[in-house]
């Protein structure tokens, strides 16, 4: 294709409105169009699960289901099952005050301090004060900065990095990593671990020469240390240099510079303790609960298969002003995320899908309880919340039908040029979940002309996969990414409305499949996995092996020590180790676990065709149980 036409695609995209966005002739067609435009509006502010906007939208969406004729799900008679989705763990306060006799030195967070993100819980720490250098003992290298120091019960300073670190041609430090990366010496987890090993009050933490550059002195954000690492067992704090320099000077010691430039010269430790100086630490961890609910309402079924039930589910909730969980970077921060296809699309399809049903008379077959999810984009918090205190019996839930990202059945976004296949497409998840499913979905997906993506394995990024872990056979459809994904571009105006109806009327008939079929599909595990969008080519895999996998679902919203599991992957190495739903992992082959981040690097560093032992706690008694990893 040649490159003009691609440039004058490009242009074309970002003209504007995609298609006319007045009321369409088809009156289904426009009531989903007026939905979608209410749910995706600016009344409704990217239903952040902490906006008001998001009350907005789950009162319409209510108002739908009671005008469709569903019964309010819930025993007080309202549409509306509460729950608290919790947020990442944040500091709401810290304070670090240096004392020395009389002489108070405090510090005030944001400005000349910040707690780091290892620090996963509320921890209080005091003692006196103690500078070690960079932090590193490295025998190796005949260098440690805790030689002859007493560090036990101390609050520890140290600077960030390791000694000449980039210098040019030096990588005396640099004992693991390629040149220009950081080493193992300089890793903030190293340090912390130093510290904790030497039983350290607490640790203080400065940017060296090289990471403070001009007149800046960078204090990280909490949620840059959040994930990936384990938590500390002290608090850990970043200070400004500043602050530090002068309490040294005051103390009757050098500057931290002029320490800093010793170290880096003789390449000899410079550590001491402040003697009368002391510092009391408090780090307060809080992890916002926000009152949020699932809007659920019931159309019951009548005959023989009337006890069962199959749910059609979406999520309603959406990234808010995209203070967390945007795509868009610092720009859209602030800025309202519609989430027009994500997925006020999917929510719209609910709606439709219960006036569809609502209105046939005499309905004979399976109960069908219609639900939008809140607290998905933080987690599938909703659905795992329903899954947990579920208002119909799970074991008698025939099946799950899931919508998200239904909006964008087009190709392309724009095709005015008709370079691209004129068939729109549609993506189907878990048609090997369920015995009946592949054809049911190709059956369905064919006689609405669309072109299908099927794949066999529940994807795990929505609502469907906390049905599919407890033992019920799902079907999710999808029609793809896009550049608009969890950004405030992702607007009603985008959405592809007429093909939006004719996804709600696949699912109309697999609905009607499953909700008279005479046995209840019989559920399947799906081990291999599920692409994050097979309409686009596959990514290239990464290189080498990939680490081992237990195959389980934790429960992020869990506060308790430990990992709880919310699910454990049929066939996977954890099942097979005889773990089981509401499991507390406390230990991966000897190293404990006390969170999901520390669970991730015990598990990084865990090697596949080996045995390792898992330890459990379950109905509050240790159980050790041994996984191979395969
Ligand atoms: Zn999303």
């Given at each position: 294709m040649s490159r003009t036409l691609l440039a004058l695609a490009a242009l074309v995209a970002l003209s504007g409105p995609v298609q006319a966005q007045k009321p369409f002739d088809d009156p289904v067609v426009e009531r989903m169009r007026k939905d979608i435009f209410f749910l995706a509006g600016p009344e409704c502010e990217g239903r952040g699960v902490e906006t008001k906007g998001i009350q907005k939208a789950a009162d319409h969406i209510?108002?739908?289901?009671?005008?469709?004729?569903?019964?309010?799900?819930?025993?007080?008679?309202?549409?509306?099952?509460?729950?608290?989705?919790?947020?990442?763990?944040?500091?709401?306060?810290?304070?670090?005050?240096?004392?020395?006799?009389?002489?108070?030195?405090?510090?005030?967070?944001?400005?000349?301090?910040?707690?780091?993100?290892?620090?996963?819980?509320?921890?209080?720490?005091?003692?006196?004060?103690?500078?070690?250098?960079?932090?590193?003992?490295?025998?190796?290298?005949?260098?440690?900065?805790?030689?002859?120091?007493?560090?036990e019960g101390q609050v520890v300073v140290i600077l960030r990095r390791t000694p000449r670190y980039g210098a040019k041609g030096d990588k005396r430090f640099d004992t693991t990593l390629p040149d220009g990366q950081d080493s193992s010496h300089a890793a903030f987890t190293a340090k912390i671990a130093l510290a904790q090993t030497n039983k350290a009050a607490a640790l203080i933490i400065v940017n060296d020469s090289t990471a403070a550059t001009g007149n800046l002195d960078p204090l990280p954000v909490f949620r840059e240390h959040l994930f990936g690492a384990p938590a500390s067992k002290i608090p850990v704090f970043m200070v400004k240099r500043e602050t530090v320099s002068d309490l040294f000077k005051g103390a009757g010691h050098k500057?931290?510079?002029?320490?800093?430039?010793?170290?880096?010269?003789?390449?000899?430790?410079?550590?001491?303790?402040?003697?009368?100086?002391?510092?009391?630490?408090?780090a307060t961890i809080k992890r916002p609960a926000i009152p949020s609910k699932n809007v659920v309402g019931v159309l019951e079924g009548a005959g023989p298969l009337k006890d069962e039930t199959v749910v059609i589910g979406a999520h309603y909730d959406h990234v808010g002003y995209g203070t967390r969980n945007s795509a868009g970077g610092a720009t859209a921060s602030g800025k309202v995320h519609y989430g027009a296809d994500d997925n006020a699309s999917g929510t719209t399809g609910v709606i439709e899908l219960a006036r569809r049903?609502?209105?046939?008379?005499?309905?004979?077959?399976?109960?069908?309880?219609?639900?939008?999810?809140?607290?998905?984009?933080?987690?599938?918090?909703?659905?795992?919340?329903?899954?947990?205190?579920?208002?119909?019996?799970?074991?008698?839930?025939?099946?799950?039908i899931n919508m998200d990202?239904?909006?964008?059945?087009?190709?392309?976004?724009?095709?005015?040029?008709?370079?691209?296949?004129?068939?729109?497409?549609?993506?189907?998840?878990g048609t090997g979940t369920g015995d009946g499913f592949e054809k049911l979905t190709e059956e369905t997906a064919k006689k609405a002309d669309f072109r299908l993506f099927k794949v066999a394995a529940s994807a795990g990024n929505s609502d469907n996969h906390s049905f599919y872990l407890k033992k019920i056979p799902v079907l999710f459809l999808f029609t793809g990414l896009h550049g608009e994904y969890h950004r405030p571009t992702?607007?009603?105006?985008?959405?592809?409305?007429?093909?939006?109806?004719?996804?709600?009327?696949?699912?109309?008939?697999?609905?009607?499949?499953?909700?008279?079929?005479?046995?209840?599909?019989?559920?399947?595990?799906?081990?291999?996995?599920?692409?994050?969008?097979?309409?686009?080519?596959?990514?290239?895999?990464?290189?080498?092996?990939?680490?081992?996998?237990?195959?389980?679902?934790?429960?992020?919203?869990?506060?308790?020590?430990?990992?709880?599991?919310?699910?454990?992957?049929?066939?996977?190495?954890?099942?097979?180790?005889?773990?089981?739903?509401?499991?507390?992992?406390?230990?991966?082959?000897?190293?404990?676990?006390?969170?999901?981040?520390t669970y991730m690097s015990a598990m990084g560093g865990q090697k596949l065709g080996t045995s390792i032992n898992i330890v459990v706690e379950r109905k509050g008694k240790k159980l050790t149980l041994k996984a191979d990893l395969k």
């Amino acid at each position: 294709m040649s490159r003009t036409l691609l440039a004058l695609a490009a242009l074309v995209a970002l003209s504007g409105p995609v298609q006319a966005q007045k009321p369409f002739d088809d009156p289904v067609v426009e009531r989903m169009r007026k939905d979608i435009f209410f749910l995706a509006g600016p009344e409704c502010e990217g239903r952040g699960v902490e906006t008001k906007g998001i009350q907005k939208a789950a009162d319409h969406i209510a108002a739908a289901f009671q005008k469709a004729g569903l019964k309010p799900a819930m025993k007080d008679g309202t549409y509306f099952q509460p729950f608290d989705t919790l947020l990442d763990p944040a500091p709401t306060a810290g304070t670090l005050v240096f004392l020395e006799g009389d002489k108070k030195t405090p510090t005030k967070l944001g400005t000349d301090l910040a707690v780091m993100g290892f620090t996963r819980a509320t921890m209080k720490a005091s003692g006196g004060l103690v500078f070690a250098g960079y932090g590193i003992t490295a025998p190796k290298l005949k260098y440690d900065d805790d030689e002859g120091l007493y560090v036990e019960g101390q609050v520890v300073v140290i600077l960030r990095r390791t000694p000449r670190y980039g210098a040019k041609g030096d990588k005396r430090f640099d004992t693991t990593l390629p040149d220009g990366q950081d080493s193992s010496h300089a890793a903030f987890t190293a340090k912390i671990a130093l510290a904790q090993t030497n039983k350290a009050a607490a640790l203080i933490i400065v940017n060296d020469s090289t990471a403070a550059t001009g007149n800046l002195d960078p204090l990280p954000v909490f949620r840059e240390h959040l994930f990936g690492a384990p938590a500390s067992k002290i608090p850990v704090f970043m200070v400004k240099r500043e602050t530090v320099s002068d309490l040294f000077k005051g103390a009757g010691h050098k500057t931290l510079k002029e320490l800093e430039a010793a170290i880096n010269n003789q390449l000899k430790p410079q550590s001491f303790e402040l003697k009368g100086v002391t510092a009391d630490a408090v780090a307060t961890i809080k992890r916002p609960a926000i009152p949020s609910k699932n809007v659920v309402g019931v159309l019951e079924g009548a005959g023989p298969l009337k006890d069962e039930t199959v749910v059609i589910g979406a999520h309603y909730d959406h990234v808010g002003y995209g203070t967390r969980n945007s795509a868009g970077g610092a720009t859209a921060s602030g800025k309202v995320h519609y989430g027009a296809d994500d997925n006020a699309s999917g929510t719209t399809g609910v709606i439709e899908l219960a006036r569809r049903f609502g209105a046939m008379k005499d309905r004979q077959g399976r109960r069908i309880v219609f639900i939008t999810f809140s607290g998905e984009e933080d987690g599938l918090q909703g659905s795992q919340f329903y899954c947990k205190e579920p208002l119909f019996p799970l074991n008698k839930t025939a099946a799950m039908i899931n919508m998200d990202m239904i909006g964008r059945t087009k190709p392309v976004h724009v095709d005015w040029l008709g370079l691209f296949p004129k068939k729109d497409k549609l993506v189907v998840y878990g048609t090997g979940t369920g015995d009946g499913f592949e054809k049911l979905t190709e059956e369905t997906a064919k006689k609405a002309d669309f072109r299908l993506f099927k794949v066999a394995a529940s994807a795990g990024n929505s609502d469907n996969h906390s049905f599919y872990l407890k033992k019920i056979p799902v079907l999710f459809l999808f029609t793809g990414l896009h550049g608009e994904y969890h950004r405030p571009t992702d607007t009603p105006e985008t959405i592809d409305v007429p093909g939006m109806k004719r996804v709600a009327d696949v699912v109309e008939q697999m609905a009607l499949n499953l909700t008279t079929r005479e046995t209840a599909p019989k559920y399947a595990v799906v081990t291999s996995g599920a692409p994050a969008d097979p309409t686009r080519p596959a990514p290239p895999q990464p290189k080498g092996p990939t680490g081992p996998r237990l195959g389980i679902l934790p429960n992020y919203a869990f506060e308790g020590t430990g990992v709880l599991l919310e699910g454990v992957v049929m066939g996977g190495a954890a099942e097979k180790a005889g773990l089981k739903d509401g499991d507390i992992i406390i230990e991966i082959a000897g190293v404990a676990t006390p969170d999901l981040g520390t669970y991730m690097s015990a598990m990084g560093g865990q090697k596949l065709g080996t045995s390792i032992n898992i330890v459990v706690e379950r109905k509050g008694k240790k159980l050790t149980l041994k996984a191979d990893l395969k």
